[in-house]
């Protein structure tokens, strides 16, 4: 396997690691990263750790950028991957007056232009899609580069709020109750 994340930051994650770094030297996995370990967390789990993980896949976007978590990642050479990079198609984002005006300027869409973002700040977009056409349109990317007052622009739409905050611990509640058949 490529890549294996570890996904939630809940239950005996230091003994869920040391499995992952064992199948890491067993040639059974060659990346191993983790999803939604806040600073809070990785705090925690880093000293425990001999492998470092490759990404911490996060919640970000326009609207949550993860500005301290970024900074925290860079100490250790860890990548942050975005999940809800369009922000699960929020139509507030994707409708955004100055992404809109932005997106005309080079003639992409705000969709385009928001991985863009992403690319430019060294993050790894992981967008979905279903549609033909915006699979098209988010490989369509490569050919644009946003300039420096586009990208202030878009790094002053922070809130610093998403729609999931693994340091709440009801959330570790009720991802217990899933169960795996
Ligand atoms: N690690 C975690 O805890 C975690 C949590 C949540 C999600 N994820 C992962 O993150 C990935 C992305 O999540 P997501 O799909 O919910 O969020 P997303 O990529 O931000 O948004 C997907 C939505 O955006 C639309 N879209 C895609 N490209 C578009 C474009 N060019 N223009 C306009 N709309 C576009 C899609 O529509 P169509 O489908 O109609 O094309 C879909 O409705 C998934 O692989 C998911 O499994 C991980």
């Known amino acids: 396997m490529d890549l294996y994340l570890l996904h939630q930051p809940y239950g005996d994650t230091a003994g869920a690691w040391k499995a992952l770094e064992e199948a890491v030297r067993a040639g059974k996995i060659k990346s191993v990263g983790i999803s939604n ?3 809070k967390f990785m705090k925690k789990l880093i000293p425990q750790m001999e492998i470092m993980p490759v990404v911490n896949q996060m919640e970000c976007n ?3 950028q993860q500005k301290e978590l970024r900074e925290y990642l860079k100490q250790y050479g860890i990548r942050m991957e975005a999940w809800y990079p369009l922000g699960h198609a929020n139509k507030k984002l994707l409708t955004e007056k100055r992404l809109v005006q ?11 232009v928001i991985l863009r973002w992403h690319l430019q700040e060294g993050i790894i977009a992981l967008p979905k899609a279903t549609s033909l056409e915006h699979i098209r349109d988010n490989f369509n990317i490569f050919d644009f580069a946003l300039d420096d007052e586009d990208m202030s622009i878009i790094r002053s739409m922070d809130t610093g709020k998403g729609t999931h905050n693994p340091d709440n611990m009801a959330n570790a509640v009720t991802l217990s109750m899933y169960k795996i058949h």
């Open 62 to 64: 326009p609207f949550f």
């Open 102 to 112: 932005i997106g005309e300027k080079y003639g992409k869409s705000v969709a385009q």
């Open 37 to 39: 370990h806040t600073v």
